[in-house]
């Protein structure tokens, strides 16, 4: 690259990354500027910027205007926050994160599975606050023989399969088609597999489709004892009925790490002891960062080098 090829920044996603692509790109921080600077920054840049970078969980609806748009790298891996409609019309290959924060988000899922059956959080706050002195803590549910049911099997899911082997879980999933390679049950709706499941792990995408999947009926499928996780988006659960069915007892407990519009949290889940609530630090870790980053940075690398993209992503 003899010259620094010029490059739109739409959004604010990692720092690390951002000064990395600042020195390697000629860099115009559009999520820096308001108002009119932002459609003359675009128009300065039309015909003679190519490429973008963007957060994938959320894109200035801008940078499709920008007509010399062919590359939009996106970091992360759930592109619920692209609009694949326009970037299509726009002539625009989107790319994504895939794989390299599997183990991490798998880690997170484990640890609620762990923090939910066992109480971990209560027990830390029970020891502190001198309960202990007093009397035992409530007994935990085990997980050996138990059915952890995977909605949205894929690169995450099967992570957290791998990972729960060894725990002694039994294993059973619900995708839109049943995969060859694998030996545990494809149920074939969310209510089916929760009704089958005593733990349900979310790890669908989110977007239109998978809006609200799972619904009061899933919840109560998966019964009094059941324990839904979520690792996926927010935006698959239904959370006024989440708080209805942790209210009534339909489930037992719930551990999340995702929320339908972060950061808020729905009150009523804030005062609940049977839910363990995360700030979506799935993929938190310093590696898995650095790790996404630089797929970002070796997406664009690449296209300026040799036209080809890594790991392109649709919208579907
Ligand atoms: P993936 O490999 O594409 O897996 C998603 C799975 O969901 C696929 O097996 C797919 O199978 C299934 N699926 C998709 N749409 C469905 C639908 N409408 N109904 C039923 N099943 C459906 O994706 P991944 O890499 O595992 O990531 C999954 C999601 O995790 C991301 O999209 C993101 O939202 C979330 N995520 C969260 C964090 C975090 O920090 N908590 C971090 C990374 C990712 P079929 O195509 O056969 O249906
Ligand atoms: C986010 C994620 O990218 O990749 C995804 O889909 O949800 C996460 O890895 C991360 O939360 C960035 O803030």
Known sequence: MPDKPSLVIANNFHADTIAKL?????THHLWRLSGSGRRKLIAELD???????????????????????????????????????????????VTNTPDVL?????????????????????????????GWREGPFPFGMGLAGRALGV?????IGSAVVR????????????????????????????????????????????????????DLEVLAALGPEGILINVGRGSSVNESALVQALRR???????????ANEPQVPAELLTMDNVVLLPHIGS???????????????????????????????GN
């Open 102 to 130: 599997d183990d991490a988000v798998a880690d997170i899922a484990i640890a609620l599975i762990l923090a939910t059956t066992r109480d971990i959080v209560n027990a830390d706050r029970f020891v502190r606050a001198g």
């Open 47 to 93: 015909g003679r910027c190519e490429a973008a970078a963007s957060a994938s969980w959320v894109c200035d609806e801008l940078v499709y205007e920008l007509s010399s748009l062919r590359v939009l790298s996106c970091f992360g891996v759930g592109v619920d926050g692209i609009n694949f409609e326009r970037a299509g019309e726009a002539g625009i290959a």
């Open 163 to 214: 990972r729960a082997e060894p725990l002694g879980l039994r294993f059973a999933y619900h995708n839109r088609r049943a995969k060859a390679d694998v030996a545990f049950p494809c149920y074939d709706s969310p209510r089916e597999l929760a009704q089958h499941s005593d733990i349900l792990l979310n790890v669908l995408p989110g977007g239109a489709e998978t809006h609200g999947i799972v």
């Open 284 to 314: 938190a870790t310093r590696e898995t960062r650095a790790a996404m980053g630089q797929l970002v940075i070796d997406n664009l690398d690449s296209w300026f080098q040799s036209g080809k993209l890594l790991t392109e992503v649709s």
């Open 22 to 26: 600042d020195a390697r790109y000629e």
């Open 151 to 155: 909605l949205g099997l894929g690169r």
């Open 249 to 259: 007892g339909l489930i037992a407990g719930a551990g999340l790490d995702v929320y």
